[in-house]
């Protein structure tokens, strides 16, 4: 069977973020989303804020020394939660509430993830290598997080820590490029392809 999952690069900044629950689950995601997108915004909605996801934020705060990206609710989830949010994460251990979420989300055409429950997820978070500019996302459609756990070490050690500096000297080698886009991309196919040797 066929992987039809179309991988997008959003820019978290850009969009507001809700994440219920307060466990280990939820740490998790956080920490996903946060070590990628640092100026993500995230509102947490839980009954219940685990010393986990607590010791993180205290964590984040001190090392990044910035606008707060967290706005932390400590209630109920309640179908209102979801106005005005762009993508939606479900990670309590509840699946009743779990399914309450997705259900309102899905009731106001927002995306939505329910963590550990393929069949409630319009996106999954993927593994994601990055170096500088390069960022690689890995899917396994949701059926083997190991494995995508274990490619994404796989990448990071052999991609060289001078990445970037490829990426620069090509974007500046492009700028200077003079004629059509078909013409631009031909040259540099030709000056890349030595990369595949």
Do not use: W
Not at 18 to 30: I, N, R, S, T, Y
Not at 33 to 52: G, M, R
Not at 119 to 138: M, N, P, Q, R
């Amino acid at each position: 069977m066929m992987n039809t999952l179309y991988p997008i690069f959003i820019k978290p900044e850009n969009i507001q973020i809700l994440l219920v629950g307060g466990g280990k689950v939820a740490a998790e995601k956080v920490q996903f989303i946060l070590k990628n997108s640092p100026t993500a915004q995230i509102t947490i909605v839980a009954t219940e804020i685990k010393n986990e996801l607590l010791l993180f934020m205290d964590k984040f705060l001190d090392k990044n020394q910035q606008k707060q990206p967290f706005h932390l609710q400590q209630k109920q989830f309640e179908a209102i939660d979801i106005e005005n949010k762009h993508l939606v994460i479900a990670a309590t251990n509840n699946k009743i509430v779990n399914q309450q979420i997705y259900e309102a989300a899905k009731a106001r055409k927002v995306l939505v993830n329910v963590a550990d429950t393929p069949e409630l997820c319009d996106f999954y978070l993927g593994s994601i290598v990055t170096k500088g500019d390069l960022k690689i996302a890995i899917s396994t459609n949701g059926k083997s997080p190991t494995l995508s756990k274990r490619l994404r070490e796989f990448f990071e050690a052999i991609l060289p820590e001078n990445t970037n500096d490829l990426i620069s000297n090509l974007n500046q080698y492009r700028d200077s490029l003079k004629g059509n886009l078909e013409e631009k991309m031909k040259k540099l196919n030709e000056l890349t392809m030595s990369l595949l040797k």
